[in-house]
């Protein structure tokens, strides 16, 4: 009996062994698929929370909230071609979802994208759906604290950060030195500048097209000493078209920005006018636009081995209505940054807002989570 088991048992172990190493392969290939699937892949996140004291006027309130959330998934299915999408996550402040986190779509597009070299034309790239604006995005890489504020211009409602439509970048002259990649700044980092160009609906990410316009949006940077002054840049950007009304009114938007990036300072400055805006609120109930024109600076210094960092920034923006009502509006900010690792920081910081007077400010100590 014993001789019968053990006989039976050695003529059924090559299959035993067989049916394993099958199974083994079977579970190598699934590893290996899904580590093609999640070869160029990205997911990152942004999340900025902490504590806000709001005062207005006599009034004030304090909360603990997450002011914004931005999780993007990107996929490159080959060097040529890149998808991202980034939901944008933000507290409902009104409407029957009131106080609840609500999601929307930030950015939605397709890439593409080449390496090479073209002539005096280096790194093209095309992007189509929902995409970041050419003036704002470039703005953004520069001023590194959306967790305080938007960038200006935003923030005043005369460009949005993104739109529906299609746009395309792309670097003069090769790029710039790689130390100042790697120690500064890798955004846009053509030699002797670059520029982008867009096409939008015109009423931003967050708004329904309202009329049949269609705006165009550009940025012009020039890097004029890329071997002694890398960080020194000039930008030229516009937009023209109409405000996302049915009444058309007429959006011309034309500002001037200079930057300067170092490792240990940033610096910028911008002029601006503007003949509406892009949501078309900066018009009377007949459609007509007002005048509005302006400037804004921003600067942070870090120090304690590049641990720390003061930053401010202070902007004016002025109209008269068509009855020749002035309306000024100021915004002030200063604050103190701790940088953990990388882009994560805390910050605490004092955010005022003033309009013809009437002042509403802001105390925070927010912390800014990327992974």
């Given amino acids: 009996m014993k001789k019968g088991v053990m006989l039976s048992f050695m003529l059924i172990l090559p299959y035993l062994l067989n049916a394993q190493a099958i199974n083994d392969s079977v579970i190598y290939q699934q590893n290996q698929r899904i580590l093609q699937l999640l070869e160029n892949n990205k997911v990152s996140t942004q999340i900025f929370l902490g504590y806000r004291y709001f005062e207005e006027g006599n009034d004030n309130f304090n909360e603990f909230s997450v002011k914004r959330g931005y999780i993007t998934f990107e996929k490159s299915l080959n060097k040529y071609l890149l998808g991202r999408i980034t939901p944008d996550l933000t507290v409902d402040r009104e409407g029957d979802g009131e106080g609840d986190l609500e999601m929307r779509l930030k950015y939605c597009y397709v890439e593409l994208k080449d390496e090479g070299e073209f002539g005096i034309f280096t790194n093209p790239k095309l992007l189509v759906g929902e995409v970041p604006t050419p003036f704002i995005d470039f703005e953004e890489k520069v001023n590194a604290y959306r967790v305080v504020a938007s960038q200006y211009l935003d923030d005043m409602k005369i460009f949005s950060s993104a739109d529906f439509g299609v746009t395309t970048s792309v670097l003069f002259g090769g790029k710039v030195d790689s130390d100042y990649q790697k120690t500064v700044s890798n955004a846009y980092p053509g030699k002797f500048g670059s520029i982008a160009v867009g096409v939008f609906n015109g009423g931003g990410y967050h708004a329904l097209e309202k009329n049949n316009n269609k705006t165009l949006q550009w940025r012009l940077t020039l890097r004029p000493m890329p071997e002694r002054l890398p960080g020194l840049q000039f930008s030229y ?102 940088h953990i690792y990388k882009k994560n920081k805390l910050v605490f910081d004092f955010n005022r807002g003033v309009t013809n007077g009437t002042c509403k400010g802001v105390v925070e100590v927010m912390f800014e989570l990327a992974l």
Avoid: C
Wanted: glycine share 12%.
């Fill in 237 to 338: 950007a516009g937009a023209y078209g109409k405000g996302n009304t049915n009444l058309y009114p007429d959006w011309d938007t034309h500002t001037g920005y200079l930057s300067y990036e170092s490792r240990r300072i940033v610096f910028t400055g911008q002029v601006f006018s503007s003949l509406g805006n892009h949501e078309g609120s900066l018009a009377d109930a007949s459609g007509n636009s007002f005048r509005a024109k302006g400037w804004n600076t921003f600067m942070e210094i870090e120090f304690w081995h590049e641990r720390l960092s003061l930053f401010g920034s202070y902007g004016i923006m002025s109209y008269s209505d068509n009855t020749g009502v002035k309306t000024e509006k100021t915004r002030e900010i200063i604050g103190l940054a701790y």
